[in-house]
């Protein structure tokens, strides 16, 4: 079965073809936001006129009409846009300057045509798996208003999986664009990490990192081709001549491995739980492949990548932050910030050292079982759902949500890459997401078994009472 190209690549090649102005894609996009954001709460900031002022210039041929050409963009408040504030949905930073510079990838979404209607919501400093703080309050989902979209790239998820825009920006250091995509039924990657050129040095330095998510395969690959390439300053990023020879799917034999767990924290919840081992035997399906189960115990036999993924991530943001500027303001912080930074505070060196040292081990037990063909299922988050203010239970206290939750952080640390794709729905009718990881730069072949699992199980492009972007073109 063969579907449609993604939004992405009908607008702007109606854009650059002349069929359809910047100036009516971007309005569009802006009475979207409009209409839906008083229930979902996705914008940190709007910037209607400046956005219609950058679609007239592509309209009059004064900016770039490129892969991008006049698709409206938000940008994740956790990255510089040059000219407006980066607040990271903080209160503390409620009146930090703008900023003097683009991001990267920001940066290049604007080379390829982008238009910034705005920025997106995220939980405080991006250290959530929901998307609520003091500053912008809650973000909710748009196939489920009471619950998350997930964070920390939530506002962008939300907006994109909603139809409100065509783009958002995302960053992943321990989820963060795998967790609202798959909560929000989108395809997302978090890349090799360097794949994407790093400028300046995350708060999470060796464990974040931008990536894209869309509403279908070929649309992320083409956002991957426009967001990926090195940049002066970043020790790991690969050069053009190497991202070049990627591998690609290529017909060869590919070893499958499947997991419900890669840490033991239990079983899954039964709703996941079934869901994951339905969309594993379509995903064997899908691929031809035999499936290789692998349990959670003994899974990493030196320590666990999950645990020392917080020990190292809290302290390091402490040190991004400033141990002063972090305990002068934590009255100001939201409770799960507060807890989340007073245990940096309390990291030893002699702890933090460790855990890094423990990083190779765990990236040569990921090493040892992908080789060069290997594949390993999980699913992208081990919950059905939780409210949109971050709690499990309405009974219960805000708080960080447990690691039982997750999924995600190994391949932040150990660097490999990985994607999820919708595949299935779950007991809250929230998309179940599930998540394959691969060896490192194989990113490409991600994407190729995203499209074939597209074109054999194709999801749905928008939430349900939200419209495709792309139907700008049929009004």
Same mark, same amino acid.
């Given at each position: 079965?063969?579907?449609?190209?993604?939004?992405?690549?009908?607008?702007?090649?109606?854009?650059?073809?002349?069929?359809?102005?910047?100036?009516?894609?971007?309005?569009? +996009?802006?009475?979207?936001?409009?209409?839906?954001?008083?229930?979902?709460?996705?914008?940190?900031?709007?910037?209607?006129?400046?956005?219609?002022?950058?679609?007239?210039?592509?309209?009059?041929?004064?900016?770039?009409?490129?892969?991008?050409? #006049?698709?409206?963009?938000?940008?994740?408040?956790?990255?510089?846009?040059?000219?407006?504030?980066?607040?990271?949905?903080?209160?503390?930073?409620?009146? @930090?300057?703008?900023?003097?510079?683009?991001? @990267?990838?920001? &940066?290049? $979404?604007?080379?390829?045509?982008?238009?910034?209607?705005?920025?997106?919501?995220?939980?405080?400093?991006?250290?959530?798996?929901?998307?609520?703080? $003091?500053?912008?309050?809650?973000?909710?989902?748009?196939?489920?208003?009471?619950?998350?979209?997930? #964070?920390?790239?939530?506002?962008?998820?939300?907006?994109?999986?909603?139809?409100?825009?065509?783009?958002? +920006?995302?960053?992943?250091?321990?989820?963060?664009?795998?967790?609202?995509?798959?909560?929000?039924?989108?395809?997302?990657?978090?890349?090799?990490?360097?794949?994407?050129?790093?400028?300046?040095?995350?708060?999470?330095?060796?464990?974040?990192?931008?990536?894209?998510?869309?509403?279908?395969?070929?649309?992320?690959?083409?956002?991957?081709?426009?967001?990926?390439?090195?940049?002066?300053?970043?020790?790991?990023?690969?050069?053009?001549?190497?991202?070049?020879?990627?591998?690609?799917?290529?017909?060869?034999?590919?070893?499958?491995?499947?997991?419900?767990?890669?840490?033991?924290?239990?079983?899954?919840?039964?709703?996941?739980?079934?869901?994951?081992?339905?969309?594993?035997?379509?995903?064997?399906?899908?691929?031809?492949?035999?499936?290789?189960?692998?349990?959670?115990?003994?899974?990493?036999?030196?320590?666990?990548?999950?645990?020392?993924?917080?020990?190292?991530?809290?302290?390091?943001?402490?040190?991004?932050?400033?141990?002063?500027?972090?305990?002068?303001?934590?009255?100001?912080?939201?409770?799960?910030?507060?807890?989340?930074?007073?245990?940096?505070?309390?990291?030893?060196?002699?702890?933090?050292?460790?855990?890094?040292?423990?990083?190779?081990?765990?990236?040569?037990?990921?090493?040892?079982?992908?080789?060069?063909?290997?594949?390993?299922?999980?699913?992208?988050?081990?919950?059905?759902?939780?409210?949109?203010?971050?709690?499990?239970?309405?009974?219960?206290?805000?708080?960080?949500?447990?690691?039982?939750?997750? +999924?995600?952080?190994? &391949?932040?640390?150990? #660097?490999?890459?990985?994607?999820?794709?919708?595949?299935?729905?779950?007991?809250?009718?929230?998309?179940?997401?599930? &998540?394959?990881?691969?060896?490192?730069?194989?990113?490409?072949?991600?994407?190729?078994?995203?499209?074939?699992?597209?074109?054999?199980?194709?999801?749905?492009?928008?939430?349900?009472?939200?419209?495709? $972007?792309?139907?700008? $073109?049929?009004?």
């Amino acid at each position: 079965m063969t579907r449609s190209p993604g939004p992405l690549h009908v607008l702007s090649a109606a854009v650059r073809e002349g069929r359809l102005s910047a100036s009516t894609l971007v309005t569009s +996009s802006i009475e979207r936001l409009e209409a839906a954001n008083p229930d979902l709460n996705v914008l940190a900031e709007a910037t209607f006129d400046e956005a219609l002022g950058a679609a007239a210039a592509i309209d009059h041929g004064k900016r770039p009409t490129g892969p991008l050409a #006049g698709i409206p963009t938000l940008i994740k408040d956790l990255e510089d846009w040059r000219g407006h504030p980066t607040r990271k949905g903080s209160l503390a930073l409620r009146d @930090v300057a703008p900023a003097t510079s683009n991001g @990267v990838v920001p &940066q290049r $979404l604007l080379d390829a045509g982008a238009v910034i209607v705005g920025k997106s919501t995220l939980p405080e400093f991006a250290i959530e798996g929901y998307t609520a703080n $003091l500053l912008t309050g809650v973000t909710r989902n748009p196939w489920n208003l009471d619950l998350s979209p997930g #964070g920390s790239s939530g506002g962008s998820a939300a907006a994109v999986a909603a139809g409100l825009v065509g783009v958002a +920006s995302a960053t992943d250091g321990g989820g963060s664009i795998r967790i609202p995509a798959s909560f929000c039924g989108l395809v997302g990657l978090k890349p090799t990490n360097g794949l994407i050129g790093r400028w300046p040095a995350h708060d999470w330095i060796d464990y974040s990192t931008d990536g894209p998510f869309a509403t279908s395969s070929d649309d992320l690959r083409l956002l991957l081709d426009v967001m990926a390439g090195p940049i002066a300053g970043d020790p790991t990023a690969p050069t053009r001549a190497f991202l070049a020879n990627m591998a690609r799917l290529d017909g060869r034999p590919l070893r499958v491995f499947a997991a419900e767990r890669t840490s033991p924290f239990g079983p899954l919840p039964s709703g996941v739980e079934t869901t994951f081992h339905e969309a594993v035997d379509a995903f064997a399906d899908v691929m031809k492949a035999t499936i290789t189960w692998r349990e959670p115990e003994g899974f990493f036999v030196d320590g666990d990548p999950d645990l020392d993924w917080f020990s190292v991530t809290t302290a390091e943001h402490v040190t991004s932050l400033g141990r002063a500027w972090v305990e002068e303001h934590m009255g100001e912080f939201h409770v799960s910030t507060q807890e989340f930074l007073t245990a940096g505070l309390d990291v030893t060196a002699e702890e933090y050292l460790n855990a890094r040292r423990r990083r190779f081990r765990y990236v040569r037990t990921m090493d040892e079982l992908l080789g060069d063909d290997g594949l390993l299922l999980t699913p992208t988050l081990a919950s059905a759902g939780y409210l949109a203010d971050g709690r499990l239970r309405a009974d219960t206290d805000v708080h960080g949500l447990p690691p039982e939750v997750y +999924s995600t952080a190994v &391949q932040n640390v150990t #660097g490999h890459p990985a994607l999820t794709f919708p595949f299935g729905m779950l007991p809250t009718g929230l998309p179940f997401g599930l &998540q394959v990881t691969a060896a490192h730069y194989d990113d490409y072949l991600l994407l190729d078994v995203a499209d074939l699992v597209e074109a054999a199980y194709p999801w749905a492009r928008s939430a349900p009472g939200y419209e495709s $972007l792309a139907t700008v $073109l049929a009004s």
